[in-house]
Structure formats: structure tokens, C-alpha cells
């Protein structure tokens, strides 16, 4: 009887070499993962998740197939199930939940976490560096990407009046794009502090002010702060602490030239500027960038020599913890005062009206966050055992909002987790983020842990404020940074627990074709909803439902188009369609007031006002009725 690794082994010549080559593998995955999802809108829309999906089962897969030492450790299988085990709560929830699009919609993205964590700790066991060195890379570019777009905007500028002049693309949102910035410049520090050779620490140096000029250019409050968070722990964590600090004071200068040479280029940094002046500050500002970026890399180098040499006494090391505890009790001392102050101007305060944006850096404010809170705290207590299913965050928020401000997510993970999945839904995501900290205190003497353990605890940290996990890229940076300290290369399969990893591998990219497959005819319907070509518009509507069909929106999508075109009648059927697949959502109702007369539309709209009674175009409706 063949055993497993004869019945596994790849046959084709061309794998066989491939296993063979001496190739970062492990680096070229992950920075594909984080590289490719950003460029796709940072991988907020289902149609970017299937082939990223796909790509990391693939990846374990052929790791099990080639890999005799294959395995993962018992703390990261942990954590991985308990990562599945969220999955497949979300899943179940679709039971109750009364937005079953969007709660399979999150089960997929989550899926696709699943896939990047299995694929990246099977390639981890050797050298977990390697993953960091790709989510750096992929974090670099995607920066490098975003400054184009403000340094050369005559070429590669973006109009997004979303976004008020705030630096977000091509992840398409501004404060995730600061927290991958903010994330990249962790991880560039720690290459340059322990990197394994000269080069990989001067390129790791010279990444820091890119990633820190974007954290700039972004205006994102939240975002520094977890930078800073994720500083100390990251410092508090490295076992050369010395060093580290050394080589951080060698790239901070270099950093606040650039960051203090585009504070003050007001063309970029102030809405409503013309192209041609802001064109004009960008160009001027690129070799200044390019310049810092050479004098940290070189400085770095010189400062990574520095902890060889350095040896601090007991004494010495005593002085410096009082220090630090002395540092934190005066910023305690002093922040008591100003608490009560802060929570005022955080609860009340909105976004900045000066066009300068440098203005809004130093102002607390929550920008609505609070309601939304309370909003979730809400949900959570009318739901306590179950929650209201996963997806039904926005459902509420249109139900109960103060304001007519549109919101998607709560801008807090863990509550909304409370609210739609309930204690065990929120148990399940906590276990799976809490076991990389943990775990991370017996890893510290890797080279780069202590990176690692600053990337993640700023991501735990920032998605209390914001909606970071919806955006597979910046979470895949995360994902990653846990497993390169969940990763143990003393651990091996034994047969059977080889033949579950390949299975849950299969899975994984059935589940990644599926949601490549299902966005196929949703992209086609959009494409002929664009070309007015309505036969094959319904045609790819109906393939869409077939494929998917607890959703709504082939329907929604094919009624809104109609509806627009004037075609009323048709329009009307796909959006009882719509209306029949989530009953709780408003926008169906309301287009069927829109496309309706007298009692129909009186029906309709009193049901969308029933939804969402705050709603402005409803009352428009109502008026014109």
C-alpha cells in the first residue's frame, strides 16, 4: 500500500524542481496576499476575495505535498480553530439572521483569513522572517502606490470627495491605509534593526519614511496612535532593546524632515488646492523623500552596530525601568485632569472644518463613533445569547440612528461582534487574537518577534476604533505578523493529521473557487446593466441568484438599472425579487415606492420608513408623492 508521502508527492517535473529551489517562498506569498488584495480596492469587495482564497489554499496544499516536516504547533492550531470555529458561527447565524447576504458575504471574507493563516504557518516553520519581509514588501508598494497619488497628481492623482483630500488610495480608505502604513514602518524598523545582512537592513530603513509620510499624508489620528502603541510594545518585547532604540533614533530624523517638508507644502495638504500647484509642491517633495529615504537606510546601518558594543549593567538597566515608570506616572498625573475634557470633545466633537487638514491631526474628536456604539451596546442587549446575525449591523444603525449620517460598520470589531454574533461569536474572534500576544512573550528572542508583536498589537488595538477587518488587506498584515509568532518549526504532522490539513486545504479552496465563481456574473451584470443590453442583464441576474441564492443583490442590482432606464415594469419584478430575499432591508422598499402610485407606493414607502425612518430621500419621496 503506497503510503503518504508517495501518494502525495508531486509527479510533474516542474514541481519536483520547484520544491527544489532555494526561492523565499514564503516572502513571494505573502506579498502577493497583501500586494494583490490592496490593489483590488484593499480587498473590501467580494469579488477580490476567491482568488486570494485560492491562492493561500494552493500554498498549503503544496507545502503538505512537498514537506515531509510539515506541521504546525499546538498554540496555532489553537488559535486557527478557533479562527474556523468563527467561520462557521457566522455561518450558522444565517439561521437567525435577517440579513443573510451579507452574513454569508462575512463568513467568505473570513474564509479568506483562514486560508492566508493556514497557508502562512505551513510556510512558516522554517523562517517566519519570510512572511514579515512579504507583508513589508506588499505594505511598501501599496504606500509607494498611495504617494504617487498625492506627489504626482498630474499623472496618477485621484479625485475621491469622500475621502475630503485625505490621502486613501488604492486601498479606498483613508484611516486603513494609515494603520497598513503604520504597520509597514513596524515591520521596516525591525529589518533594519535585525535584519540578516546590510542590504535587507538599508532597504528595511528606507522604507520607514514612505510608510510614515503616507501615515501623514492620511490625516489619520487613530492610526498614530496605534503606531505608538505598537512602538512600545514592539520595544518592550525585543530582548536588544538598545539596539533597537539606536537604530529607531538613527531613521526618526530623517523621518520628521519629510514629514515636517510636507506639513508645510500647503498645496497638499489643503482641500480645494489646483492641480497644477499641488503638482508643482509634490514634485518638490519626491527628492526630499528619496533623499531621507538613503540617509535613514545609511544611519541605520551604522546604528544596528550599536548593541554589539553596548553592554548595560544591572544598574544601569535599573535606572532606566524607574525612568519609564517615572514616564508613565507623570503622563498619568497629567492626563487625569484632561480625562473628563477629552471624553467631552471625543463624544461631541465631528470632523474639522478648516481645509487645512494638518489642523485636524491635534483635534479629538470621534467623528460619530460613540452613537455607533451605543447603537451595537443596543443590538447586544436585545440579542444577548445569539445576537442579531451576522451582517445586521447596518439594518440596526438605519433602524435606531440619532443622525442621518450612513454607516456600514460600528468603527469597533469587538462590539459589533457582540452585538451580531453574540458572547460566543465575540469569545471566538477574542481567543483567536489573544493567543498570538501570549505566545508572543515565549518568541521573543526570534530576530524579528518583537516587529511582529508591534504590527499586531496596533492592528488589535486600532480595529477598537475602526473597521479594519472589513479590508483584507490591512487584516492579512495582522494575520500574517500572528503567524510568524505562532509559527514552531519543532513541530511535524504525523499521518493523519497530514491528511485533515490537506482536507481543510481542499476545503479552503473550494470554498475560494465558489467565491471567485459566484462575483463572475455579478462583474457581467454590471457590464451589461452599463451597455443598456437588459437580455443578458436579467440572463446574468438569474445565473448570479443560481449560484447565490439568499442574495439579494443580482436582484437589487438588475431592479436599480431597470428602474433607472425607465423600464418600471421590469424593474418591479426584480425588486420584489430583492425585497423577498432580506425583508429587512429598506433600500428595496424604496425602490419599489419609487417605481409604484398611489396605494402601492403609499405601501412601499410607509415599509422603508417602517426600516429606516431618519432616511432624507424617503421624505423627498414622500413629498413628491
Known amino acids: 500500500m503506497p503510503s503518504f508521502d508517495s501518494a502525495l508527492r508531486p509527479q510533474s517535473a516542474w514541481l519536483a524542481r520547484a520544491s527544489e529551489l532555494r526561492l523565499p517562498w514564503a516572502t513571494l506569498g505573502s506579498f502577493a496576499l497583501v500586494a494583490g488584495t490592496g490593489a483590488a480596492n484593499g480587498g473590501y469587495f467580494p469579488s477580490s476575495w476567491g482568488l486570494p482564497t485560492l491562492l493561500a489554499a494552493w500554498i498549503a496544499a503544496l507545502v503538505l505535498a512537498v514537506r515531509e516536516d510539515a506541521g504546525i504547533s499546538r498554540d496555532a492550531t489553537l488559535a486557527l480553530g478557533a479562527l474556523t470555529a468563527f467561520v462557521c458561527w457566522t455561518v450558522l447565524s444565517t439561521v437567525w439572521s435577517t440579513n443573510v447576504t451579507e452574513a454569508v458575504l462575512s463568513a467568505e471574507r473570513t474564509t479568506l483569513y483562514v486560508a492566508a493563516a493556514l497557508a502562512a504557518l505551513l510556510c512558516a516553520r522554517r523562517s517566519p522572517e519570510q512572511l514579515l519581509h512579504g507583508a513589508w514588501a506588499g505594505s511598501v508598494v501599496l504606500c509607494s502606490w498611495a504617494l504617487a497619488t498625492r506627489l504626482v497628481p498630474d499623472r496618477f492623482g485621484v479625485s475621491d470627495p469622500i475621502a475630503g483630500y485625505r490621502l486613501d488610495q488604492p486601498i479606498g480608505y483613508w484611516n486603513a491605509l494609515g494603520l497598513l502604513a503604520a504597520m509597514g514602518a513596524l515591520l521596516g524598523l ?314 481543510a486545504a481542499g476545503v479552503l479552496g473550494a470554498a475560494g473557487i465558489y467565491t471567485f465563481a459566484s462575483q463572475i456574473p455579478m462583474t457581467r451584470l454590471a457590464k451589461a446593466e452599463a451597455q443598456g443590453n437588459w437580455t443578458s442583464a436579467e440572463r446574468q441576474a438569474k445565473h448570479a441568484a443560481a449560484l447565490a441564492p439568499w442574495s439579494e443583490d443580482p436582484w437589487l442590482s438588475l431592479g436599480e438599472a431597470e428602474l433607472n432606464a425607465g423600464r418600471t415594469a421590469d424593474a418591479v419584478v426584480a425588486l420584489q425579487k430583492a425585497a423577498a430575499k432580506t425583508p429587512d432591508d429598506w433600500t428595496p422598499w424604496y425602490d419599489l415606492a419609487r417605481a409604484s402610485t398611489g396605494s402601492a407606493r403609499a405601501a412601499d414607502l410607509a415599509r422603508a420608513r417602517a426600516l429606516n425612518p431618519l432616511e432624507p430621500e424617503l421624505a423627498t419621496l414622500g413629498a413628491g408623492s
Do not use: M
Not at 204 to 214: R, S
Not at 290 to 309: I, K, Q, T
Not at 382 to 396: D, V
Open 190 to 503: 525591525g529589518i533594519a534593526a535585525r535584519g540578516r545582512s546590510p542590504l535587507g537592513r538599508a532597504v528595511g530603513a528606507a522604507g520607514v519614511p514612505i510608510c510614515i509620510t503616507t501615515l501623514y499624508f492620511t490625516f489619520s489620528r487613530g492610526a498614530w496612535i496605534a503606531l505608538a502603541c505598537g512602538l512600545v510594545a514592539a520595544v518592550a518585547l525585543a530582548p536588544r532593546r538598545v539596539q533597537v532604540i539606536a537604530v529607531a533614533v538613527a531613521v526618526a530624523p530623517f523621518t520628521a524632515v519629510v514629514v515636517w517638508r510636507a506639513s508645510v507644502s500647503s498645496a497638499l495638504t489643503t482641500v480645494g488646492s489646483p492641480l497644477a500647484t499641488a503638482a508643482h509642491e509634490g514634485h518638490r517633495l519626491l527628492p526630499v523623500l528619496a533623499g531621507c529615504a538613503v540617509g535613514a537606510a545609511v544611519l541605520a546601518l551604522l546604528a544596528a552596530r550599536v548593541d554589539p558594543d553596548v553592554n548595560l549593567g544591572p544598574q544601569a538597566r535599573r535606572l532606566i525601568a524607574i525612568a519609564l515608570a517615572a514616564a508613565v506616572v507623570a503622563a498619568v498625573f497629567v492626563a487625569l485632569p484632561a480625562e473628563k475634557r477629552a471624553w467631552h470633545t471625543f463624544a461631541t466633537a465631528g470632523t474639522s472644518s478648516s481645509a487645512n487638514l494638518n489642523s485636524r491631526l491635534f483635534q479629538i474628536g470621534g467623528n460619530g463613533r460613540l452613537p455607533q456604539w451605543r447603537v451595537a451596546w443596543r443590538d447586544a442587549a436585545a440579542n444577548p445569547i445569539l445576537g442579531s446575525g451576522a451582517g445586521t449591523y447596518q439594518e440596526q444603525w438605519f433602524l435606531h440612528r440619532p443622525t442621518t449620517s450612513r454607516v456600514r460598520n460600528a468603527h469597533n470589531l469587538y462590539l459589533e461582534t457582540l452585538a451580531e454574533l453574540g458572547p460566543l461569536g465575540l469569545a471566538l474572534l477574542v481567543c483567536f487574537l489573544a493567543i498570538p500576544i501570549v505566545v508572543a512573550f515565549r518568541r521573543r528572542h526570534r530576530p524579528l518577534a518583537f516587529a511582529a508583536f508591534g504590527v499586531y498589537v496596533a492592528f488589535v488595538l486600532h480595529v477598537i476604533v475602526d473597521w479594519d477587518w472589513q479590508i483584507a488587506s490591512v487584516s492579512l498584515v495582522a494575520v500574517l505578523a500572528a503567524a510568524a509568532l505562532l509559527a514552531d518549526g519543532a513541530v511535524r504532522f504525523s499521518r493523519w493529521q497530514r491528511w485533515l490539513a490537506l482536507a
